[in-house]
Nanobody, 121 residues
Framework: QVQLVESGGGLVQAGGSLRLSCVVS????????MGWYRQAPGNQRELVTS???????SYADSVKGRFAISRDNAKNTVYLQMNSLKPEDTAVYYC???????????????WGQGTQVTVSS
């Protein structure tokens, strides 16, 4: 069993900041990629940012320069620092990891339950 627990969402005014956290627990052997997706009402889920175990990051063009992803491998935790938030950043944010469970030979995808981020204008 693998669990992803997100925290840090909420309501913020445009221009403000929020920090999301996602803790991975359970029968994990190793975590490869960690990332954040988001889904706004009526839209498809989209990749916001990701980070490899070695710290290589990628960002959607819409958040470059405003968002920063980081991870703590010792704590199996990934963070998303969101600055200069805009109303269009409003969405449910989902934590995603690609990981290898103990006693498994294949990488699998795991998702958090989602945390709401609302940016008011």
């Amino acid at each position: 069993q693998v669990q992803l627990v997100e925290s840090g969402g909420g309501l913020v005014q445009a221009g403000g900041s929020l920090r999301l956290s996602c803790v991975v627990s359970g029968s994990i052997f190793s975590i490869n990629v960690m990332g954040w997706y988001r889904q706004a009402p009526g839209n498809q889920r989209e990749l916001v940012t990701s980070i490899t175990r070695d710290g290589i990051t990628s960002y959607a063009d819409s958040v470059k320069g405003r968002f920063a992803i980081s991870r703590d491998n010792a704590k199996n935790t990934v963070y998303l620092q969101m600055n200069s938030l805009k109303p269009e950043d409003t969405a449910v944010y989902y934590c995603h990891v690609r990981a290898l469970r103990r006693f498994s030979s294949t990488m699998d995808d795991y998702w958090g339950q989602g945390t709401q981020v609302t940016v008011s204008s």
